[in-house]
């Protein structure tokens, strides 16, 4: 440990253990045990209780008077486990039962602190960081600590509660690795009593007739089987196995949600599989078959358990409907991802009932049973369901489903974006679902166009995406902007689509949206804009209604960028300008000189910091097109010979010094943001490499005045990098690149800005100057 630091801390141990003292915040106990964690890393943590008895005091008062704070004790807790993860240290600790009166089923357990969640959270955070040799098995099991833990899984915190469940997990680790060097151990008698404790709470579990205690076992042993592959994990499942395969003979079956994701993360028989995967469809067989005469879609319906419990569920009130339905869609979501996802996968009925469910929610369906009027009056107008059902049909449009089908889809999300009832947060949801759904229908291999179906279904879009764009809520106007543009970015080039969108007036109130209150509308609207110009869309008719027609999309987006009073609108049109420049657009390379020039004497004023980083990457894109790819689009490299590494054409170097891009650059490295000034040296430097050949022996008249690039460093070293560099020749620009140390100035910004503050002693310094230790210019407040 620093020798400063040992000092302090005598001190810092002092004010922790007086109650009276106001100690410093959760985030620095946090720092102090992230800077113990570091010092012990290196240094035995034995010798350090040894060497600092203050340590030992500190610890021993907490035991004996109990009188700290909740935050302090959970500290403390935490810190002797970090201590105890060392095996003699542990050893140490115990000899004076500092371990057991802490963490031992008569210590921390019976104190008035104990009700805190933080302290809960403490006392198992530091069993997790002992729990890491043999010695840390026995206490575990003899001090009545894992009875502790078992007790926690059913914590009313939830954070607690899965805290304890990660624990158990560890523990059982443990104990099996170290119980046979990796081999499986084939008689229960032969584990060490920790995993024994652990696995036989885990089987009693599964016998209870309580769905949490149920729940909580199924998690443990989910979390076993996808962090532990070891050959004991098989032992553990064929102990196991018979206990979960009995849940399914319960009626109703308890947990089956924990059940399918037990049964997906181990080896388990296909049969338990399919079983649980019946019983998870059973809420969507419901809805297919209260809502419609035939029988329901074979397969779904057949063979599974336990219905009319579910329908009593569905019925029983309109939330516990609502959190059984969204509960199975997202799971389903979740289970259609994985690579050991069922199979075969019930693609059309799981389609068929998702759509129907949709309709429940918009009122379309026509109810064929009682049930069925029930759902109608439960699920009408219910966000939460739509946002669910919406979801997961977007992901259901990866499967091959029959063209009716698919109809079916394009009708119900036509009628979601149409329907005046439906939330911003449903039509976001509506309008992610139908790209999706338009990107993944009938496609034909290799080819990325819409299908003829589509294209019906696009004609009957836009009219409801005009509607939605002139929305009064402006979440709606920013959606269907997002829409518009992904879009044009998939099928922009599409003759059949061009058509299409030419016949509407969308590109038209898309522009118009440039002029928005809301800057989240206008930053969407500049995105589109410039979608649409990239694809030669924009709206072309000019009327007195829309004047801004009359002028071009350049000089509008100029003007964002130089008057937008809000940040995000002027972030969107450097993005659209980077991607013009890059992309070789009309409007830019007709005079892009002016083009660069003018962006970036607007962004070099901008106080946005997030402006400037684009600033930057534009001009980075300008001098890697006429520097590095002379093929690219940039009038300053035409008739140059190709090369792997061009070198800049003297006129190229004289258009520089006439641009502010280097001067923009230059005065970057000071910048206040990080991130800019490392975006600016990593651009000077790759501006030094292109350069470095370019400057030859030079005649005395044609050097570059060395005052003046002395001044201008000098300048620059004393933080005036506001000042203008005024005219520059090319040797002068090329003078100052090689006089910078820009290697060195991007190691320092590769540090964290607050790297000196961080120091240990810095951080025992804060926390007592918070409570009047220490004079006050001693403190590092930053």
């Given at each position: 440990m620093d020798p400063e630091c040992s000092k302090l801390l005598p001190a810092l141990c002092a004010v922790l253990a007086d109650p009276r003292q106001l100690v410093a915040d959760d985030t620095c106990l946090e720092k102090l045990l992230d800077w113990f964690k570091t010092v012990m890393e290196t240094e035995s943590s034995l010798h350090l209780l040894q060497d600092h008895p203050c340590l030992m005091e500190l610890l021993s008062h907490v035991l004996k008077t109990q009188d700290v704070s909740p935050r302090v004790l959970s500290f403390v807790l935490r810190l002797v486990g970090i201590f105890a993860a060392q095996e003699d240290c542990f050893q140490y600790l115990q000899q004076g039962e500092l371990l057991l009166g802490l963490f031992g089923e008569t210590g921390a357990l019976s104190w008035t602190a104990w009700n805190m969640p933080s302290v809960r959270s403490g006392w198992i955070q530091g069993l997790c960081s002992l729990a890491h040799h043999p010695s840390a098995l026995h206490f575990l099991a003899d001090s009545g600590a894992v009875d502790t833990i078992f007790a926690l899984q059913g914590d009313p915190s939830l954070f607690v509660a899965s805290a304890a469940s990660q624990l158990l997990v560890h523990i059982l680790a443990l104990a099996m690795q170290g119980g046979a060097s990796g081999s499986p151990i084939s008689e229960a008698a032969a584990w060490p009593i920790c995993a024994q404790k652990i696995v036989n709470h885990v089987e009693e579990s599964l016998h209870s007739k309580a769905t949490p205690q149920v729940t909580q076992a199924l998690n443990v042993l989910t979390t076993t089987f996808g962090r532990c592959h070891s050959p004991w994990t098989g032992v553990l499942w064929g102990r196991l196995s018979p206990p979960v395969a009995c849940l399914f003979e319960r009626d109703p079956i308890p947990a089956v949600h924990s059940l399918m994701d037990l049964l997906l993360s181990v080896a388990s028989p296909q049969e338990l599989r399919t079983q649980a995967f019946g019983v998870l469809l059973q809420p969507l067989a419901c809805i297919l078959k209260a809502t419609t005469q035939a029988p329901g879609p074979p397969g779904l319906l057949d063979g599974t358990a336990g219905s009319s419990l579910t329908v009593d569920a569905l019925l029983s009130s309109k939330s516990a409907c609502v959190g059984l339905l969204c509960q199975t869609l997202a799971h389903l979501e979740e289970l259609q991802m994985l690579p050991q996802c069922p199979c075969p996968w019930p693609q059309v009925p799981l389609l068929g009932a998702t759509v129907t469910i949709l309709r429940l929610c918009d009122g379309s369906v026509d109810p064929s049973s009682s049930m069925g009027g029930r759902l109608c009056g439960t699920l009408g107008g219910c966000v939460r369901v739509q946002r669910a059902a919406l979801d997961f049909l977007g992901t259901l449009s990866q499967g091959t489903s029959p063209l009716e089908l698919v109809l079916e889809v394009f009708a119900v999300l036509l009628k979601t974006l149409e329907s005046p009832e439906s939330s911003p947060t449903v039509?976001?949801?509506?309008?992610?679902?139908?790209?999706?759904?338009?990107?993944?229908?009938?496609?034909?291999?290799?080819?990325?166009?819409?299908?003829?179906?589509?294209?019906?279904?696009?004609?009957?879009?836009?009219?409801?995406?005009?509607?939605?764009?002139?929305?009064?809520?402006?979440?709606?106007?920013?959606?269907?902007?997002?829409?518009?543009?992904?879009?044009?970015?998939?099928?922009?080039?599409?003759?059949?689509?061009?058509?299409?969108?030419?016949?509407?007036?969308?590109?038209?109130?898309?522009?118009?949206?440039?002029?928005?209150?809301?800057?989240?509308?206008?930053?969407?609207?500049?995105?589109?804009?410039?979608?649409?110009?990239?694809?030669?869309?924009?709206?072309?008719?000019?009327?007195?209604?829309?004047p801004l027609a009359q002028q071009g999309l350049l000089m509008d987006l100029m003007h964002i960028l130089s008057t937008d009073s809000e940040g995000f609108p002027r972030r969107a049109v450097l993005r659209v300008f980077t991607e013009w420049l890059r992309d070789g657009h009309a409007d830019v390379i007709r005079d892009t000189e002016w083009f660069v020039a003018t962006v970036?004497?607007?962004?070099?004023?901008?106080?946005?910091?997030?402006?400037?980083?684009?600033?930057?990457?534009?001009?980075?894109?300008?001098?890697?097109?006429?520097?590095?790819?002379?093929?690219?689009?940039?009038?300053?490299?035409?008739?140059?010979?190709?090369?792997?590494?061009?070198?800049?054409?003297?006129?190229?170097?004289?258009?520089?010094?006439?641009?502010?891009?280097?001067?923009?650059?230059?005065?970057?490295?000071?910048?206040?943001?990080?991130?800019?000034?490392?975006?600016?040296?990593?651009?000077?430097?790759?501006?030094?490499?292109?350069?470095?050949?370019?400057?030859?022996?030079?005649?005395?008249?044609?050097?570059?005045?060395?005052?003046?690039?002395e001044a201008v460093l000098q300048r620059w070293r004393e933080g005036e990098q506001g000042q203008p560099l005024g005219d520059l020749e090319p040797e002068a620009m090329l003078a100052i690149l090689r006089s910078l140390d820009l290697e060195g100035l991007q190691g320092k910004l590769a540090k964290s800005s607050d790297h000196v503050e961080k120091s240990p002693q810095s951080l025992l310094q804060d926390m007592l100057a918070t409570v009047g230790i220490l004079e006050e210019n001693e403190a590092d407040c930053y």
């Open positions: 039509l976001k949801k509506a309008f992610q679902a139908t790209l999706r759904w338009l990107q993944n229908s009938h496609k034909t291999p290799n080819c990325s166009d819409l299908s003829p179906d589509a294209l019906l279904f696009l004609g009957e879009l836009f009219p409801i995406l005009q509607k939605r764009l002139c929305s009064p809520c402006w979440e709606v106007r920013d959606s269907a902007l997002e829409f518009l543009t992904h879009l044009i970015r998939h099928w922009g080039g599409q003759a059949d689509f061009r058509e299409a969108l030419h016949s509407s007036e969308v590109p038209t109130l898309a522009r118009q949206l440039l002029q928005d209150p809301e800057s989240y509308v206008r930053a969407s609207a500049v995105g589109t804009a410039g979608q649409l110009s990239s694809r030669g869309l924009q709206a072309t008719s000019a009327s007195p209604e829309n970036l004497q607007a962004v070099s004023r901008d106080l946005d910091w997030e402006v400037r980083m684009q600033g930057l990457e534009l001009a980075q894109v300008f001098l890697i097109q006429a520097m590095g790819q002379p093929s690219l689009h940039c009038p300053y490299t035409v008739g140059l010979p190709e090369a792997t590494s061009p070198r800049p054409h003297p006129e190229f170097l004289q258009t520089l010094c006439r641009l502010p891009l280097f001067e923009f650059a230059f005065c970057a490295l000071l910048d206040c943001d990080r991130p800019v000034a490392q975006k600016a040296c990593d651009l000077l430097l790759f501006l030094r490499d292109k350069t470095t050949h370019c400057s030859g022996p030079q005649e005395a008249g044609d050097s570059p005045n060395s005052a003046s690039v």
